[in-house]
């Protein structure tokens, strides 16, 4: 198995992780305000990581830390727009928008990078953003503010995938890890501060859910991917990433039993054959089937 398909398959771990904590967040924020969860969220996060992996802080450089505050910066600004565009557009509209990063990333990425993505990716890009619409959008197409501020959201999350994998590749990853998780928690917290009346929850309950959210959502989830973009593309992750809201659905079915409908199905289908057609080596597979011909015809 190649560094890229393991890397691949972590990330698709992540992105099926993300797809769980939908649940386990829309719990939480039935007893917290936003801003006041993801302070909670990602400060206790950021406090299990560094105990964990305290060898990996001891000798911070001046880099890791310039990267991580810029990489947390980038990842708390996607959570507040985001957070802000829900007010005004509906939950599956900004589920689309979210995901068109998928799109985003790429060309980023030609941009920044000067990476041009494989025309396998490319493809897979279009299935996937395909069924993203199938997915997430209903009858309802009319864009106002909130889609805006969603598709800024979605642009900066695109930055983020870019950015981890630009200078992951130059310092400790797991180090920056931690940092960026930290900033979106001290940076959640003053906005807490500033637009909430934040409080600590009570009940074992919804201190348990958020346990699960800050150790396997958010410290292992950005962990590994910080760790594991070394060995794969932005396009390659964004592409797994797009996967996020088909977990999410299959999670909400079996657990919140939410029915999916047709089109739901359907887009999940065309994101998963997304996913499969930007894995597959067609030069291998291309050259395979011409061997089977020659063969055949020897």
């Not at 799109?103 to 996937?128: C, D, E, M, Q």
């Not at 805006?148 to 642009?155: E, K, M, P, R, V």
Request: charged share 10%; glycine share 6%.
């Amino acid at each position: 198995m190649s560094k890229q398909l393991k890397a691949d398959l972590s990330l698709l771990a992540v992105t099926v992780i993300w797809g769980s904590s939908f649940v386990l967040s829309k719990n939480s924020l039935d007893h917290l305000s936003t801003y006041n969860f993801l302070a909670i969220r990602f400060l206790l996060a950021a406090l299990i990581s560094a105990i964990i992996f305290y060898k990996n802080l001891i000798n911070l450089d001046k880099d890791t830390i310039k990267y991580g505050i810029l990489i947390g910066a980038i990842l708390f600004t996607s959570y507040a727009f985001q957070t802000v565009g829900l007010n005004y557009t509906s939950a599956s509209k900004s589920g689309f928008i979210t995901g068109f990063s998928v799109v985003i990333v790429p060309i980023l990425s030609a941009f920044l990078l000067k990476v041009k993505p494989h025309k396998s990716a490319v493809i897979g890009v279009v299935f996937a953003i395909i069924g993203l619409g199938f997915l997430t959008l209903d009858s309802s197409l009319a864009l106002n503010i909130g889609d805006l501020y969603t598709l800024i959201s979605a642009l900066m999350f695109a930055l983020h995938i870019i950015t981890v994998g630009k200078y992951t590749v130059k310092v400790d990853s797991i180090a920056m890890a931690i940092i960026q998780i930290g900033v979106v928690g001290i940076l959640s917290l003053f906005f807490s501060f500033a637009t909430e009346k934040p409080i600590l929850p009570k009940g074992l309950e919804i201190w348990a859910t958020i346990f699960v959210l800050s150790v396997l959502c958010t410290s292992g989830a950005f962990i590994i991917q910080n760790v594991m973009q070394k060995f794969t593309s932005p396009t390659h992750t964004a592409l797994i990433y797009s996967g996020e809201p088909v977990f999410s659905a299959i999670f909400a079915y079996f657990v919140a039993g939410e029915l999916l409908t047709r089109r739901a199905i359907l887009g999940s289908i065309l994101i998963l054959i997304g996913m499969i057609v930007s894995e597959l080596d067609w030069k291998t597979v291309l050259s395979s089937k011409d061997n089977k011909k020659k063969l055949q015809s020897s």
